[in-house]
């Protein structure tokens, strides 16, 4: 299946008769050694189709540019395979086989290949050895210097998080001066950098949308917004204290639209919701599962595709879209996290595209 796909794949972009104004990146010998064929015409072309989330034009693409030997390649491939929040109706599709066969070296049996990164890793590509250990629950400053030494920051998040949460207070302390300031999990070592303050990692990051002036709000609304900020409806939106008449509604949903982190929110709320876009993005927010999912629709591998460029493509709307509509609750495997009925109720230029998706896959 995947023979014919792919060279119908490469023919289709072949024939696209556009020229595409690419970033150009300053990187070391060493780090171009690590990502030698990203000028590639063909890798270019297909980054451009899935970055207007075209899944069947551009997957194929990157996995025969892989077997072929393209490293930025076989190294974009295995990133896409390891941070998609939410498959495309191509890829649920596939069978596991086939998703195997798509994403993976052809070293190995069956589906347990190996992937590209782990593979270019094990050849002695550095830039690759580093995006595969940022998966690792390891308390590493290093690690983290090393992703943002080589410019793939948002690789760094779990490495972040786990420092914060399990670091020594020098490690944290480090770390906070490391960090750029503006930096989206600042929110997150704070709360825990000084346990004894007794600040939530959600109440961190509500102050930090405020521009970090103290919360003014009734206690009963700052702990609403404090949870719903952590966890959004992860425990299911029946259950949220947290509605338009809180006192810190209007100011968490005007910081949602605005925040170059939620740039994928916001677009996908301007896009759907027109007027109604602040309900629509304080929606999203919850269900994508509160600050700290809400900001990870990020660019699978920055040195090749520009964070700014991702957040403001159609494949970055679109996996919202999809984490939004096939979100479920905490520990559920089953049921949705809100239902058509449900969302037309709260949301009903939001449950329009949603109720479209969800009809694609039944």
Request: aromatic share 8%; glycine share 8%.
């Amino acid at each position: 299946m995947h023979g014919k796909t792919v060279k119908s794949g490469i023919h289709r972009l072949a024939t696209i008769g556009v020229f595409f104004c690419m970033a150009v990146f300053v990187v070391s010998g060493a780090q171009a050694d690590d990502l030698a064929g990203s000028t590639d015409p063909a890798l270019q072309a297909a980054i451009e189709s899935w970055l207007q989330d075209n899944d069947e034009d551009s997957l194929p693409v990157f996995a025969s540019l892989a077997a072929e030997g393209n490293i930025a390649a076989r190294l974009l491939l295995s990133r896409i395979e390891m941070t998609d929040q939410a498959p495309g109706n191509y890829l649920t599709g596939l069978s596991r086989k086939e998703r195997v066969a798509l994403f993976r070296s052809s070293s190995g049996k069956g589906l347990f290949r190996p992937t590209w990164l782990k593979a270019e890793a094990e050849a002695g590509n550095q830039t690759a050895a580093l995006l595969l250990d940022s998966a690792n629950t390891v308390v590493s400053l290093d690690a983290i210097r090393a992703l943002y030494d080589i410019g793939e920051p948002q690789a760094a998040y779990d490495l972040i998080r786990e420092v914060a949460g399990n670091g020594s207070p020098q490690q944290k302390q480090e770390l906070a001066a490391f960090l750029p300031p503006d930096s989206d999990l600042m929110p997150y070592l704070r709360a825990l950098q000084d346990p004894q303050a007794g600040l939530t990692p959600g109440h961190s990051a509500l102050q930090g949308s405020l521009d970090g002036n103290e919360l003014q709000g009734p206690e009963s609304d700052t702990r609403a917004a404090s949870y719903f900020v952590e966890y959004g409806y992860q425990t299911g939106v029946q259950t949220s204290d947290f509605d338009r008449t809180n006192y810190y509604y209007a100011d968490l949903a005007n910081w949602i639209e605005s925040a170059p982190a939620t740039a994928p929110i916001a677009a996908l709320c301007r896009q759907h919701c027109g007027e109604d876009t602040g309900n629509c993005a304080i929606t999203v927010f919850g269900l994508a599962g509160g600050y700290y999912k809400a900001i990870k629709f990020d660019s699978p591998m920055e040195t090749l595709i520009d964070q700014s460029r991702y957040q403001n493509s159609d494949r970055a709307v679109g996996m919202v879209l999809r984490r939004v509509a096939f979100a479920r609750p905490a520990g559920a495997s089953g049921k949705l996290l809100i239902s058509d009925s449900e969302l037309r109720s709260s949301n009903a230029c939001l449950a329009a595209p949603v109720a479209a998706l969800r009809a694609q896959r039944n």
